[in-house]
């Protein structure tokens, strides 16, 4: 290997390249999957706690008045907790921050078992009672980046939304939160839900579903048996509770499944990059196998000579793949540094979010390890076994005809021959997986999303943030609006509070429909959001019947509504919804248009419920 040192860089950087690849994916399959949660303990006991509604096949949210009374009803679990991500703008001299942070149960750090390096967690109590309990526990790198380290920031304030806050504790480094993707930067308790929701406190709503959350199950107890306990709880919900539960159930599932962060998301995409490691290690092999044996076939003079002198084929095979074994051995620790160096490249692929970053943090565990160094060592030594043995395997005469210039081996060409169509026929296989997914995504671009995609450009603005009033509000949006019309080439402008695709989840909530008598047990429910006139102008979204929202429909005391077509559908099918009228949490509105369905949560959805 010295004397050819060509040689073994190649070998050694194919295979690092192939092996690192495939260590890369298997890292953040039990990072993203597995084990989510850096520095959580005992993540097998965790399970996502998830409202379903009969009738339909998605999980959503739970209202905080649901999960506590289910949080008291069962014994098979030894602590519920929630964890709801959300944003806040940092303030202080004279800039402003996005962060990104939770709100969450006062037993969270001790449900996760995650205890701050400074300071304390949050006590008993302190999720209760609306902005009574202004206290926040700080990351490790907020720690660092804003307040230099310094041991005395315990006790001192920081603002979120312009509210101060003081802060009671930092959190271990490499502690990123339970919400897969991002790096958490704060968390607060749930009373103070309100400083970061424009829509208003929730605590109180049982109608409100706005809790992800989470339960430990104790030592030995099946996630069966705690599916059991919950049935049993949601059903005295239901009865209980029969105008906000009616139909509603709740089920748990295991991390790997959890509907509430990027993670089950990421699972097909992860699938794919394992098949595609596979493959291309594989490929990696087989070239390695055949350089072996290129490198094998110069030597054939010496290893005859070695034959002529007494060398047993068993000690020539050993020798041959001692050399693959270095080789595998020096492209598996290489392997390793450069899955480690890439552990954090996944975030890189995905657009920010928010203005955050995304982040998917890689484990490294002892199993990643093994399995990388089990499979680097015992694929490529399974791929020099077959160079060795025919090296040692050719008959001495033949084998000393064959150094001879101009005479050509049948055996060696054959093994090469074979070793090249393997990799061949792999290669093909992954050109037609690569022509797959670009035929997806091509399907994918041309996809109509219901909705105008050129000559459309949007901005965000957070006056919640910011501290605005209501009233102050309205000014500014109108002001806003004033404004941009008057720029040139801008022939209409809205506003909205939730945009098509964006990471603000539309509103959803139980409706009553005019009309419409629902069976015993469905509850229906549709998404809403809220925007100004000139909305579906400004995004090219037809209006089929009735008119759009105007001017005047701000100043009039009768709510008003735009239903999508599939609403309309499912509740008059039959009828002119225009006219009509359905109810959102007591309120009456009365239907004055109907829209075009639009795509707003994936370009692959099928048209949902949702009005205006």
């Not at 990421?266 to 350089?291: F, Q, W, Y």
């Not at 007494?310 to 020096?330: D, K, P, Y």
């Not at 081996?409 to 090249?420: C, D, N, Q, Y």
């Not at 041309?446 to 050129?454: E, L, N, S, Y």
Request: some cysteine; hydrophobic content about 45%.
């Amino acid at each position: 290997m010295i004397r050819s040192p060509i040689f073994s860089a190649v070998a050694i950087v194919c295979l690092a390249l192939g092996i690192g690849a495939h260590a890369a994916v298997l890292s953040w399959t039990e990072g993203i999957v597995y084990h989510p949660f850096p520095g959580v303990r005992n993540q097998e006991q965790l399970v996502a706690v998830a409202g379903t509604l009969k009738r339909a096949s998605a999980l959503d949210e739970m209202s905080w008045p649901d999960f506590m009374d289910l949080a008291r009803a069962t014994s098979a679990f030894s602590a519920f907790f929630v964890s709801k991500i959300t944003g806040a703008t940092l303030t202080g001299g004279d800039r402003a921050e996005r962060l990104v942070g939770q709100l969450v149960t006062a037993n969270y750090f001790d449900a996760i078992g995650v205890r701050p390096i400074l300071g304390r967690g949050f006590l008993p109590n302190e999720d209760v009672g609306r902005g009574a309990h202004p206290v926040t526990v700080i990351s490790y790198r907020l720690w660092q980046d804003h307040f230099a380290g310094t041991p005395r920031v315990v006790g001192s304030t920081i603002n979120y939304n312009g509210i101060p806050h003081t802060i009671i504790g930092v959190t271990p480094d490499g502690f990123l939160g339970t919400f897969v993707g991002y790096a958490m930067q704060f968390w607060t308790p749930a009373s103070q839900q309100a400083v970061f929701d424009a829509s208003g406190y929730k605590l109180e709503d049982r109608t409100v579903r706005w809790v992800e959350g989470f339960a430990r199950l104790k030592p030995g107890v099946s996630v069966a048996t705690g599916q059991a306990q919950i049935d049993a709880a949601a059903r005295r919900l239901e009865s209980e509770f029969p105008n906000e539960d009616r139909g509603r159930g709740v089920r748990i599932l295991p991390l790997p499944e959890n509907p509430f962060d990027n993670a089950k998301a990421l699972k097909p995409m992860l699938r794919v990059g394992s098949v595609v490691a596979v493959l291309v290690l594989v490929i990696v092999c087989a070239n390695i196998a055949n350089l072996l044996l290129v490198r094998a076939l110069a030597r054939r003079s010496e290893l005859s000579v070695r034959r002529a002198l007494g060398a047993s084929r068993v000690r020539l095979t050993r020798q041959l793949l001692t050399e693959g074994f270095v080789l595998a051995l020096l492209g598996t620790v290489t392997g390793l540094v450069l899955a480690y160096l890439a552990r954090n490249a996944l975030g890189l692929f995905f657009a920010p979010r928010g203005g955050v970053s995304l982040v998917f943090a890689a484990d490294f565990n002892f199993r990643v390890v093994t399995a990388t160094i089990a499979i680097g060592l015992g694929s490529t030594l399974i791929f020099a076994l077959a160079p060795a043995l025919h090296m040692t395997r050719l008959d001495l005469a033949s084998a000393m005809r064959a150094a001879a210039p101009g005479t050509v081996s049948g055996g060696r060409g054959h093994l090469r021959a074979a070793l090249v169509i393997v990799q061949v026929c792999l290669s093909v296989v992954l050109l037609i997986g690569a022509g797959l997914v670009v035929t997806s995504l091509g399907r994918l671009l041309a996809a109509d999303p219901g909705f105008a995609t050129t000559n459309v450009t949007t901005t965000a603005v957070s006056l919640f943030a910011a501290g605005y009033d209501t009233a102050r509000a309205h000014r500014f949006e109108d002001e806003l609006l004033e404004r941009m019309r008057a720029i040139g080439g801008v022939s209409s402008v809205a506003l909205a509070r939730s945009l098509p695709f964006s990471t603000g989840p539309y509103e959803n909530g139980p409706i009553m429909v005019d009309g419409y008598q629902p069976a015993k047990d469905e509850q229906p429910t549709a998404d809403y959001n809220a925007v100004s006139p000139d909305y579906f102008r400004t995004l090219a979204v037809p209006v089929l019947s009735g008119r759009d929202f105007t001017s005047a429909d701000a100043d009039t005391s009768a709510a008003v509504a735009v239903v999508s077509r599939a609403l309309a559908q499912r509740y008059w099918p039959n009828d002119s919804p225009i006219g009509r009228r359905l109810q959102l949490r007591g309120s009456w509105m009365r239907v004055v248009g109907v829209v075009a369905d639009m795509k707003y949560r994936s370009l692959t959805e099928s048209p949902g419920m949702l009005f205006y």
